[in-house]
């Protein structure tokens, strides 16, 4: 097992009160396996992202769980150790790359910087190494595009570049969140495909996080969706689509438009809005949007079970056939 | 048009004589620039011949320093000649260098005609200052025979006239110069070194570590500077080292401050989550992503700074609690002529006019700068 989280707990202290972004999130990622994390915006996706490497801002900070990556806990890691697992073991791609990259520097250097920094590289020769890993991620002219700045890049070539930066600690697990957001289609298809080739070359895991569904699913081998600072349902890609068993992940599986067929009919979506994490209801926090939510619901937040092969679920009503 | 290897080479050789080397590639500006420069500085060699090589029979360490930076200016300028020269013919090469945002910024600090030509006048200040032995007319501190050469008005003889004591004003002008911008401009330094560190390092880390440090601050400001700095100077005896260090240590709150609110807003931005992310350590982060970026709204107040520091030092020497006479200082010459505004104008006017022109070419170069580096233009793809 090359990450085993284990009841992450994470919080933002705010004056208006703790708001549990994280609130006992496990699960694990195999060495090279790809795993998607799905969910609606501000259901802290994101949240557990920053936890692993504990970097989350002020005012908030992991509250308690393990975070096991290749053998040590990263939570009492103390700063100098944690630095090394930052960027070398695991490897981070943000959500918009025209803000990751600084402005001020050149590609190159800033590739080069990680080069030196992990890989203890001179100057010299981490200049050289950085045209060398941009050129794997497939941009065009390496050797011009490192002695560029970020903002004469296009957004495909950026993202390109921040995954070039943390590609370049070589790490054993790279979480990539919302890597497509920003992109448009034909591009968000390159990034994609660059991911799974690099993935190959490095028998690298990947840890996915998105809120576009076929987009992951497209992806990885394992899903988990994420509501409300919990996951509600973890199962093998393929059975996942085959039949979700969580009312939040059918719901969001037949939110997803279907170009051409039946092009006339009204798109499905989940009925009410994701609530204020700072007012969660009480019980299973989706039951005042779940279509089958009765009484047993209001009670406490349903714990994950086994329902079946390698796949648990969060919800009460997973024994019947809904 | 691609130039053959023979033209190159030409061109490399013509690079010896700065300028030339510009003229021929279509370089025009650039290349008036160096010529008219390059002739200046030998002009100023063999003019004073005797007093450039003198200086290096005196013990006196600012004429070996003004004679040495002379002479330097000489192969240093011929060696930017040709490094410019090869820097063009490497990029018509089509060679590629990302256009940097400091480039991007020189370029339009370069369209700022009022705030080139501040430069200008600055720099020949500093430059009128470091060569005072050697281009003052006169010893600024010899009293010739005081009945027939005092108050002399300015002349051909004495450019600035002469005043109670019958010394040259031009002269002493130029070596209160020496004081009045070294002053300044060390302070400057000195104040927005330590306000940069102390601000940058209070906002990462914030909690606790801003609390103590941000008090610390609040508290120096609130004392009220200038009283500070007249105890200051009535403690220690005011010279040049003891002026700097007071008005240096007593600005830095200031941009402490400042940069604190600065780098705030930029330690929540995404790349320096990304630098975090990849593993730099805390100082590489402050030092090498935070006050970079920072750094371009300091540079304004840095222009603003030393105008102020020039201004404080003269008005401590106009109180008579700077430096003290018979040193020059713009202040304390301007402080000496107010006695005898009627009947020597002169004696008060040249060192002001001088310290005016000085505070109004930093206020311009920094309306300049401030225009030249705003960090939204800054970040613009198409210049």
């Known amino acids: 097992m090359l990450l085993a989280v284990r009841d992450l707990r994470s919080a933002f202290f705010l004056d208006e009160g703790e708001l549990w972004a994280v609130d006992g999130v496990s699960f694990d990622v195999d060495a090279g396996e790809t795993v998607g994390l799905v969910g609606e ?28 990556f290749d053998g040590t806990d990263l939570l009492p890691l103390r700063p100098e150790p944690l630095r090394r697992v930052r960027g070398a073991g695991i490897g981070m791609i943000f959500q918009e790359a ?13 590739i080069a910087d990680v080069l030196r920094l992990h890989q203890g590289l001179t100057k010299h020769a981490a200049d050289r190494a950085a045209v060398r890993v941009l050129g794997q991620m497939g941009i065009p002219e390496p050797e011009k595009r490192a002695r560029s700045y970020p903002f004469e890049l296009s957004g495909g070539m950026k993202q390109r570049a921040m995954i070039a930066i943390a590609m370049a600690g070589q790490p054993k697990l790279l979480v990539a969140d919302e890597p497509t957001t920003a992109l448009d289609l034909t591009v968000q298809t390159e990034i994609i495909d660059l991911l799974l080739y690099i ?3 490095h028998h690298m895991a990947i840890l996915i996080i998105s809120h576009d569904l076929e987009m992951v699913a497209g992806m990885a081998h394992r899903m988990m969706v994420m509501y409300t600072g919990r996951i509600v349902e973890t199962a093998h890609t393929r059975d996942f689509l085959a039949e979700p068993v969580h009312p939040y992940s059918k719901g969001l599986l037949a939110a997803i438009p279907q170009l051409g067929a039946g092009s006339r009919a009204p798109l499905t979506a989940i009925g009410g809005a994701v609530p204020d994490l700072l007012a969660l209801p009480e019980g299973c926090t989706f039951h005042p949007r779940c279509p089958h939510a ?12 086994s329902v079946g092969d390698s796949r648990a679920c969060a919800c009460y009503k997973t024994g019947m056939r809904l | 048009m691609p130039r053959v290897d023979a033209e190159r080479d030409d061109i490399r050789a013509k690079a010896w004589v700065p300028g030339l080397g510009h003229l021929v590639l279509g370089r025009v500006g650039v290349g008036v620039q160096l010529i008219m420069f390059t002739t200046l500085v030998l002009a100023v060699i063999a003019w004073r011949w005797d007093r450039v090589v003198g200086a290096f029979s005196t013990p006196f360490f600012d004429r070996w320093l003004a004679s040495i930076c002379l002479l330097l200016v000489v192969p240093l300028i011929i060696r930017f000649s040709r490094w410019d020269v090869n820097r063009i013919l490497r990029e018509e090469d089509q060679r590629y260098r990302g256009k940097s945002p400091w480039k991007v910024a020189l370029r339009r600090f370069g369209a700022n005609r009022l705030a080139v030509w501040s430069i200008y006048v600055i720099a020949s200040f ?34 600035f006239g002469t005043d109670e004591f019958g010394r040259d004003v031009f002269s002493r002008a130029l070596y209160g110069a020496r004081v009045s911008l070294s002053i300044g401009l060390l302070a400057m330094i000195i104040a927005k070194s330590i306000g940069t560190l102390y601000g940058a390092v209070a906002a990462y880390f914030g909690g606790i570590v801003d609390g103590v440090l941000m008090r610390i601050v609040d508290v120096w400001i609130a004392f009220p500077t200038f009283y500070l700095m007249l105890m200051l100077v009535g403690v220690f005896e ?37 630098a975090r992310a990849i ?14 970026s920072a750094l371009s709204p300091v540079l304004v107040t840095a222009a603003l700074a030393v105008a102020g520091m020039i201004g404080a030092e003269a008005s401590l020497s106009f109180l008579g609690l700077g430096i003290r006479p018979p040193t020059p200082s713009w ?47 800054l970040m613009q793809k198409y210049v």
């Open chain 1, 294 to 305: 009765d009484d047993e619901c209001l009670v406490s937040p349903p714990p994950m079970k």
């Open chain 1, 41 to 68: 915006s501000g259901c802290g996706k994101t949240i557990v992202a920053l936890s692993l490497l504990r970097l989350i801002p002020h005012p908030g900070r992991v509250v308690s769980g393990r975070i096991m």
């Open chain 2, 238 to 274: 005011a010279n040049i080292v003891v002026l700097v260090l007071i008005l240096g240590f007593t600005a830095w709150p200031g941009t402490a401050r400042f940069i604190r609110g600065e780098i705030l807003s930029l330690k929540n931005q995404a790349f320096t989550e990304s």
């Open chain 2, 279 to 292: 593993g730099l350590p805390a100082h590489q982060i402050i030092v090498r992503h935070l006050i970079p």
């Open chain 1, 199 to 201: 993935q190959q070359q």
């Open chain 2, 126 to 159: 500093y430059v009128g200052a470091l060569l005072a032995p050697i281009l003052a007319p006169y010893d600024p501190a010899a009293i010739p025979d005081v009945m027939t050469n005092r108050y002399l008005a300015p002349s051909s003889v004495h450019l």
């Open chain 1, 98 to 110: 025209s803000a990751a990259l600084n402005p001020v520097y050149r590609i190159g250097k800033q």
């Open chain 2, 331 to 377: 202040g304390n010459m301007v402080a000496g002529g107010q006695d005898n505004l009627l009947n020597a104008w002169w004696m008060a006017f040249f060192p002001g006019a001088l310290l005016t022109l000085t505070l109004i070419s930093f206020s311009l170069l920094a309306d300049g700068l401030r225009d030249a580096l705003d960090p939204k233009a």
